[in-house]
């Protein structure tokens, strides 16, 4: 078996990770880079979703930025339009008084009455849940790409309505997105005293999302999702509802989109129409590849990373080539990422410095040499 | 009464009648082969006891209600379980995992409870895991449980099939040429594996091209041709049979000697 350490340690390693690096921002005078890590968590959680959905039961989604859209922009639409409007309204007068409901004041300084942050949440991620079920069941119910092309077509239809809608703002996007109090004093917002505050809240769904889907994986529900990837058909004659499992992943994968949109319109206070665009799904796409599609570990890694060089502007006016790039070296030279290869290199350096016996994967097999291993064991990027 | 009841089953792929309003029976207990030239409709007929191809028209009964119509994954919960001609293991798994999967349809904590760890899906883990290395241990290969599956030699992997099928729990079980692909000890324990099997309450439908090994074990033949049923009866009937001879076995014989 490989050497590997106990999840519990791993998760509060990188807990501890997450912790000390705040302080080491501050040391080093860059706080201000709190603020795009804090987005590319959020990301991060886009992707995690992903990797369940492709990774795992082996289907491809191309509709993760309309489903973070989708989020984003109901509880942007949710909170910034004013109720007090429909002043006639018998319903008004109940609903005023009601928690659901928050007075406060617009970007003018002019009185509004907008829904709760948390109204907006759960309205949200109702929405994310019907959409995913309605484009998930048809396509999912066959074998094949289907998926694919279902969101494809999906995630270019949100788009255009975004952009051709008046209340989604339009091109322009949505602005003065109120902050959203958590509770148990946490607030969900972009200024700049809570930004310590902000990165723990991102940091802190990441890694509980991480736990959960870290379970989920290597559980009865995860092998079942690999079989189906593996083999559809010897999945479903061993006793595995493959149709139903299909849909229960891509559904809680787009949730975790939706929930990501959510947090990240509160933390940015905006959102625009460019996080419905085709291409940052297909980014979405490139950074799960980026980070070996079935490792959650590397999925996260790699998309907090790339999203936060990305974030910081390092890949100047080429951001969007760089992930098209990415995406086509992956597929034709490292289809299984390129975190694996670079771990069995380092496995193999580290062995070679080893006595011989019990060195690598295969030591639990003494009577079968390395040149037995099949090749068909590389992991497939699409299946 | 019999176990499974197949009732005027009738599949065609295009215009190719692969299974020809086809009846029998199996009665528990039983091992039953099915045998017939390549191309006889010994898979077809395989998949669609175990629901991957609808019939287009005729019945199928199992224990005491019909299945006719019913997807793979709920035979396979009601005790229908099998093994495939072409070994298809999950190769991204390990021999363990793989057998592991066998128990998703005698298991029951879904996304949620197995995400948060809910009391009690850690201890159904922990059992799935003890009863797929029971399963392993029962086909001998319990010190292969860490193997990639995608490692394992041609006959290990139909060992790991069986402990797969047999982890699933099933009253019937179904084994598509599970002697191809062996050499000769092999095949000597994988004869002894099967009465094993059937010795645990295991109904057992064999297709099987291996003559010595189908005479030895079945208490019933089944021969196939062209789709359709062309003779049913014991080992000795069978063998004494002009029309099987004729367009089955005695090719098989020749082509037997000539190998
Ligand atoms: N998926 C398929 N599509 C078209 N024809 C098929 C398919 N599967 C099997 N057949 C045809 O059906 C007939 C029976 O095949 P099969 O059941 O595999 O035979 P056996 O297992 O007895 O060798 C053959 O003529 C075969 O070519
Ligand atoms: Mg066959």
Redesign the interface.
Known sequence: MKPRLKPGLSFTLLAAALIVVPWILRWADMEYCLTQLTMSLYYAIVVLGLCLVMGYAGQVSLGHGAFFAIGGYTSAVLTTCDVSKWQTAAWLGWIKQSPFCMAREDLFGNPILTLSPWVAFFAAMALAFVVANLIGYPALRLRGHYLAMATLGFGMIVNKVILGTAFTGAADGINGVPEWNLGLGLTVSGKRALRIENYFIASGLLLLLLVLLHNLVRSRVGRALQAIHDRETAANAMGINTALYKLKAFVLSALMAAMAGVFLTHYTAGIGPSEAGALKSVRYVALAAAGGMSSLWGVTGMSTLLNYMSLRGLFGSYDNAVFGLLLIGIVSLAPEGPLKPLARLLRRFVGACRPPNAVGPDAARPDNGPARRASDQTQCLFP | MALLEIDNVRHSFGGLVAIDRVSFEVAPGQIKSVIGPNGAGKTTLFNIV???LRPESGSIRFGDRSITGF???QI??AGV??T?QNP??????NVL?NV????????R???LG????WPG?PK??AA?REAAQTQLEYVGLAH?A???A??L?FGERRMVELA??LA?EPQLLLLDEPGSGLNTREKADLGRMIRRVRERGVTILLVEHDMTLVMDLSDAILVLHNGARIAEGTPSEIQNDDKVVRVYLGGEMNHVAAS
Do not use: D, N
């Not at chain 2, 197995?114 to 760890?117: L, P, T």
């Open positions: 175990c629901g991957l997807k793979p994954y396979a919960r379980s099998r495939f298809s293991l999950f190769l991204q798994m995992e592991m999967v066998g128990r998703h349809c005698r298991t904590w879904e996304f197995c995400g948060v760890r899906q159904e883990e799935i292969l860490e193997c990639p995608g490692a030699a797969r099928a699933t």
